[in-house]
């Protein structure tokens, strides 16, 4: 084991929390995947679920190891070639996508003669966030033309979202917001976050608007259901997702202080979507406010390294992306824990490290082996600097040492000759 843990690199910090959250998973993912278990087959027997998010963390724990093995100035290109083949799976979804988990949205696409289903947008975000962070460090050391970034940048993001957006409006919402905040700390003028802002929601408007002329299109299949969410979180009123927050609250109230203990969770029976996107209520109510703030700490710690590691960063092209892929991790978690007590509405987003699923995971995975990547190539300079400064050192010691012996050897020729030749000293005088 220590020599497993000596061969990981980068920011030591990053590595604890996120193991932290990741062993922390088991519990209420073993506690809560007993309402499927029982929707499933019947039997109620949780062990499937719990090897198979035991597969989902161990091939994700592989996937961050292989990923920061690989320096992280490579995904600038990657992200540019990267950006048409998600483009194509991203249409591919939107035409044979499937459902699962009860999700009325087609988000989800089948690797054919494998067997596995993952969710494009959590990948096409990632690429999107290191597109961005290539773009704002190229242009950096020049003044940035409006035009120009709207082919080079903002047209390569536009069309990423368009093709997320018909079925997924919150990761959609999500992926443009940290994109804003990501070029406004790249030092994008702000005049122009302004007209791209108002752009987005002239379309989002006019997308809108398209739905009413075309209500039975299957393009536009998810509007009412955005529509009402929004309508019943802001009037309070009772609609498909009030069961869900009932629920979540239910089990947020009965945690208390304390918690009813791991395991004993009972509104894990009556709670849809359980073990992903209502879990943080399931952590309250088994662990209790201690638990539910002891989870909170953990991601703003996780989001405290991130801060570290930016700043740390040797590159710009590394600081943003730092900020571009972790920022929004901890965002997510923000949203999450927010829905469970009723403080935006439903989202669909999963608690990252924690919720099952083996798309959310992984590609959470991905984003950290980057970030631990961009810390383990500041520590290899930093390490290649205390090498130098040995080396320098040590030269410096081996030159004084060489002039040392060379003027002990001028002042034993100087008493020899005056032992040798004492008429010298004598005509000297």
Not at 260 to 267: I, N
Not at 314 to 337: D, E, S, W, Y
Not at 401 to 427: Q, T
Request: charged share 15%.
């Amino acid at each position: 084991m220590k020599k497993l843990i000596n061969r990981l690199k980068g920011d030591k910090g990053i590595w604890s929390f996120v193991a932290l959250l990741a062993l922390f998973s088991f519990m209420p993912v073993f506690s809560a995947s007993s309402n499927l278990a029982y929707l499933g087959h019947g039997t109620g027997n949780t062990l499937g679920y719990l090897l198979k998010h035991l597969a989902h963390v161990a091939c994700g724990f592989a996937i961050i190891y292989y990923v920061h093995k690989v320096p992280y100035h490579y995904f600038r290109s990657i992200s540019k070639w990267m950006l048409p083949i998600v483009w194509i799976i991203l249409g591919i979804t939107m035409i044979k996508g499937t459902m699962i988990g009860g999700a009325n949205a087609s988000r989800w696409l089948q690797i054919p003669f494998v067997g596995i289903s993952f969710q494009p947008s959590a990948f096409a975000a990632l690429v999107l966030y290191v597109f961005v962070a290539r773009y704002l460090s190229k242009t950096r050391t020049e003044p940035i033309d409006f035009v120009e970034s709207l082919r080079e940048l903002w047209l390569p993001v536009f069309i990423t979202l368009i093709f997320i957006l018909p079925s997924n409006f919150s990761t959609t919402a999500l992926i443009f917001s940290m994109i804003l905040m990501l070029v406004f700390i790249g030092k994008y003028p702000m005049k122009y976050i302004g007209i791209i802002l108002g752009s987005g929601i002239v379309f989002l408007s006019f997308f809108w608007v398209l739905s009413k002329a075309f209500p039975d299109a299957k393009l536009f299949s998810r509007v009412r259901t955005w529509e009402s969410r929004i309508e019943n979180f802001s009037a309070n009123k009772p609609g498909e997702d009030d069961y869900q927050i009932e629920k979540a609250k239910i089990a947020i109230a009965s945690g208390k202080i304390y918690g009813l203990g791991p395991g004993k969770s009972v509104q894990k029976n009556f709670l849809p979507q359980s073990s992903s996107d209502f879990i943080y209520a399931i952590i309250v109510e088994e662990y209790g406010l201690i638990g539910g703030l002891g989870v909170l700490g953990l991601y703003l710690l996780l989001l405290f390294r991130f801060v570290v590691a930016s700043h740390k960063a040797n590159t710009l092209f590394g600081k943003l992306v730092v900020i571009g892929l972790g920022f929004p991790m901890i965002f997510q978690a923000m949203i999450n824990m927010a829905v469970a007590v009723e403080l935006l509405p439903v989202t669909g987003q999963t608690l990252p490290l924690i919720s099952s699923g083996g798309t959310s995971i992984w590609m959470t995975c991905i984003a950290l082996g980057i970030i631990i990547g961009v810390t383990k190539k500041e520590e290899e300079i930093e390490q290649e600097q205390k090498e130098a400064a040995k080396r320098e050192e040590a030269l410096q010691r081996l030159i004084d040492a060489e002039l040392a012996a060379e003027e002990n050897r001028n002042e034993s020729y100087s008493i020899e000759d005056k032992v040798s030749n004492p008429m010298n000293a004598v005509l000297n005088k």
